[in-house]
């Protein structure tokens, strides 16, 4: 009886009653996901993510054929094979859009118009879907020097969106920040059966090497220093010491006053002996 009391409990505690779901859903589900994302990926989910957690990875159930929470994740453990990657690819999320928090963007022009001939490097290490790295890439060919030298490295933990950015094909409603002039120069127009898509140029794909990065993971693959790092919104997913530890990494390869560009919600003063804050969420390494 008391076992019954307490799955009632449970019910009504958690979003939505269990008897309403595809699955079984309970907290040690959740709890037992929670330790796995943080293992894998840094990601500390809130115990208010329950529905979010429930619908994206309910998905993954019935793609791989099984009826319970507990079974999957039991699967999952047992294996070190591709559905790491899908389960990590269901439990980030991925909102950005071109130029956003345009001010970045205008410290950027800035950094690159002191040395307009270059060299540049730069590491946007949150892609999601390219919006972020093509608008990087669109800044250093409006402020350097024709043949002004610039690389950037995109990456992402999500295999999914970082190869829908390698294709940089987008919805026309992704492109309401882009004026009509960036548009015609940067961008290909659909035709046929792809009319109203537009595709970043071959001349800004050329300029970004995308590859996949675990933040939290040792062995990020740079030979050599950055003079710029973005970084927004990703901090905000990790606790403290995940932040101070990937903070720690970035501050290796960022060259001496290199800039860490980071979200409207992420806070380092904590980490003054690594950054100090330059100007609105921009820092400069130490």
Avoid at 86 to 95: H, P, R, S
Avoid at 121 to 131: D, I, K, L, P, Q
Avoid at 141 to 151: D, R
């Amino acid at each position: 009886m008391a076992v019954a009391a307490q799955t009632e409990r449970l019910s009504a505690a958690l979003p939505g009653a269990l008897s309403e779901r595809e699955f079984g859903w309970s907290s040690a589900d959740f709890t037992r996901i929670q330790g796995l994302i943080y293992q894998r990926a840094g990601i500390s989910l809130h115990d208010g993510k329950h529905a979010m957690v429930y619908s994206r990875l309910s998905r993954r159930l019935r793609e791989t054929g099984h009826a319970t929470f507990r079974e999957y994740l039991q699967w999952l453990e047992s294996h070190d094979g591709p559905e790491w990657q899908e389960f990590i690819n269901a439990l980030t999320t991925n909102l950005t859009s071109f130029f956003r928090e345009q001010h970045h963007f205008d410290v950027l022009a800035q950094q690159f118009r002191q040395r307009p001939a270059g060299p540049w490097r730069v590491w946007c290490s949150a892609a999601s879907t390219g919006e972020e790295p093509y608008s990087i890439v669109i800044t250093a060919m409006e402020s350097l020097a024709p043949n002004g030298k610039f690389s950037l490295v995109a990456s992402d933990i999500d295999s999914k969106v970082l190869a829908t950015a390698q294709r940089g094909v987008y919805q026309p409603e992704s492109a309401k920040n882009l004026s009509p002039e960036r548009l015609r120069r940067f961008f290909l127009r659909g035709k046929a059966g792809n009319s109203g898509l537009i595709r970043a140029k071959p001349e800004l794909v050329r300029q970004i090497e995308f590859i996949s990065v675990n933040l939290i993971k040792d062995g990020w693959p740079f030979k050599e220093p950055f003079d710029a790092v973005f970084c927004r919104n990703v901090m905000i997913y990790f606790d403290p010491p995940t932040q101070r530890k990937v903070l720690e990494r970035i501050h290796r390869v960022l060259k001496p006053g290199g800039l860490l560009y980071v979200g409207h919600a992420e806070n380092f003063t904590e980490s003054r002996d690594l950054f100090h804050l330059q100007g609105k969420t921009v820092y400069e390494r130490v």
